[in-house]
């Protein structure tokens, strides 16, 4: 039982989540050591959502308002730690849930799939019931997608994905949209907007943005996009997390 006044209460309270949720299966075991790995970035950058997030937020609100045809993917730790807001967020955008696992076992595609249909939505494709295809004939484990929705998808959120799969997501044609708390990872800097943040902040602050931006005309959201360069702003991300002048607060 986590104390209510621990300096760590919200990062202890995740972890709590991600261990249910790997011992009922619905993780892979490398999710508990990516949460990891994303603890460590969270706790460099203060656990919380810094300017350069909140502006790669803002850009991909705009992108996603923008975009025809919009998938929100969903793995392992996504599920575990945020299956209402990504619900929420596929309704408000009219967009479509694809489950994509990197370690997928048919067992663990049902799990997420109950999950998100007790989160409340109504349809997810990427399941063991359809015939899956292969990104742009790219013949990997790593390239499946479902016809109906990453395949023909023009902008894919994908979070706390692996950097192989963002590749072939942008070998394929993609538009990537990230949430990933390492700044330097493959997928970070492959993607087209990086939000360094936790997946946990970053969706209802995407949701906020979605809904506030929702009435703006395409040429506004064309502008907010024209605006955002992901390179300068994961080094602004960098600059925020620079051990050396950590060292000297
Ligand atoms: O459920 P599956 O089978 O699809 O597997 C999912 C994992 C996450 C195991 C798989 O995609 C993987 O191995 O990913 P990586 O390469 O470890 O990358 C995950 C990234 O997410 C890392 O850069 C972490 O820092 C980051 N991360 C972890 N937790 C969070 C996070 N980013 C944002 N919010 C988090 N809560």
Not at 20 to 35: F, M, R, T
């Amino acid at each position: 039982m986590v104390e209510k006044g621990h300096p760590r209460y919200r990062s202890l309270k995740l972890r709590e989540k991600i261990l249910e949720a790997y011992h009922k299966g619905v993780l892979a075991d490398a999710g508990i050591i990516a949460h990891g790995r994303g603890e460590a970035f969270d706790y460099l950058i203060g656990e919380k959502t810094r300017r350069p997030a909140l502006r790669a937020i803002k850009a991909a609100a705009a992108l996603l308002l923008l975009a025809e045809d919009p998938v929100l993917s969903v793995n392992g730790n996504t599920a575990a730690l945020i299956s209402e807001g990504i619900v929420e967020l596929a309704r408000l955008l009219d967009a479509k849930i694809e489950i994509n696992l990197f370690h997928r076992t048919p067992q663990r595609v049902k799990l997420i799939e109950e999950i998100l249909k007790r989160a409340g939505a109504r349809e997810v494709l990427g399941t063991d019931r359809e015939k899956l295809k292969h990104l742009k004939g790219i013949k990997s484990p790593r390239a499946t997608a479902s016809p109906r929705g990453i395949y023909t998808a023009d902008v894919v959120l994908v979070p706390l994905e692996d950097g192989d799969r963002a590749e072939m997501l942008k070998r394929a044609g993609k538009t990537i949209i990230t949430v990933d708390l390492n700044p330097l990872s493959r997928t970070s800097r492959k993607a087209d907007i990086s939000i360094t943040d936790n997946i946990v902040r970053a969706i209802p602050l995407l949701i906020r943005y979605v809904k506030k931006l929702k009435g703006c005309k395409r040429d506004e959201l064309k502008k907010i996009l024209e605006g955002f360069d992901n390179k300068k702003n994961l080094e602004d991300m960098l600059r925020l997390i620079d051990l050396q002048r950590m060292r000297k607060l």
